[in-house]
Nanobody, 123 residues
Framework: QVQLVESGGGLVQAGGSLRLSCAAS????????MGWFRQAPGKEREFVAG????????NYADSVKGRFTISRDNAKNTGYLQMNSLKPEDTAIYYC????????????????WGQGTQVTVSS
């Protein structure tokens, strides 16, 4: 397990962009797959995007394909989620997560979670 801290959330208008960051507490984060989830008020947590430990495998939810980009910089122990063309329905708390050594960043393998960062998209 590693400690994860999200940042970069905020309030933006529809069509705007945000970049979320996920900072890991341990260098071994570079060996873990990671992903992003979100949860809107009154709704279930949903998978948004995932990336394998080496960045070679990437998956997106259909709702964000073409708009969001997941990436990582293992030298900085940090993952990112670039969000473009934001829509009001993207409003949620966004969580980053890590799975396991040499993981692919795919559900249901996530074991470590950040505290979340709020993203609000106004119309």
């Amino acid at each position: 397990q590693v400690q994860l801290v999200e940042s970069g959330g905020g309030l933006v208008q529809a069509g705007g962009s945000l970049r979320l960051s996920c900072a890991a507490s341990r260098r071994i984060f570079s060996l873990y797959g990671m992903g992003w989830f979100r949860q809107a008020p009154g709704k279930e947590r949903e998978f948004v995007a995932g990336i394998s430990w080496n960045g070679r495998t990437i998956n997106y939810a259909d709702s964000v394909k073409g708009r969001f980009t997941i990436s990582r910089d293992n030298a900085k122990n940090t993952g990112y989620l670039q969000m473009n063309s934001l829509k009001p329905e993207d409003t949620a708390i966004y969580y980053c997560a890590a799975d396991r050594p040499y993981g692919l960043g795919r559900p249901p393998d996530f074991l470590s979670w950040g505290q979340g960062t709020q993203v609000t998209v106004s119309s």
